[in-house]
């Protein structure tokens, strides 16, 4: 087990902070954006948004491990 990146770890925390700190910002039922009131609409957002930022964290973190795993075999891989 190897320590996050901190690029991973403050992209996973974008939807976090969107969804509960940001609260104040977006706690409002109008306008309708799609028909829904607009806080609806913020949390359904980030509910989809949510798997592409994981995404992001996860490749951040795979070029990590596989440039640590190349450097550790001197650089050569094996097929």
């Known amino acids: 087990m190897h320590k996050p990146t901190m690029g ?3 992209v996973g925390l974008v939807p976090f902070l969107a969804m509960c700190i940001s609260v104040p910002l977006w706690d409002r039922i109008y306008p309708f954006v799609f028909g829904l009131p607009f806080n609806i609409f ?3 957002l980030w509910i989809l ?7 992001i964290a ?3 973190e795979r070029k990590k491990i596989d ?4 450097a550790g075999k001197g650089g050569v891989q094996h097929g």
């Open 8 to 10: 991973a770890v403050l």
């Open 42 to 44: 913020w949390i359904v």
């Open 49 to 55: 948004l949510t798997p592409i930022c994981m995404f």
């Open 58 to 60: 996860y490749r951040i």
């Open 67 to 70: 440039a640590t795993e190349s």
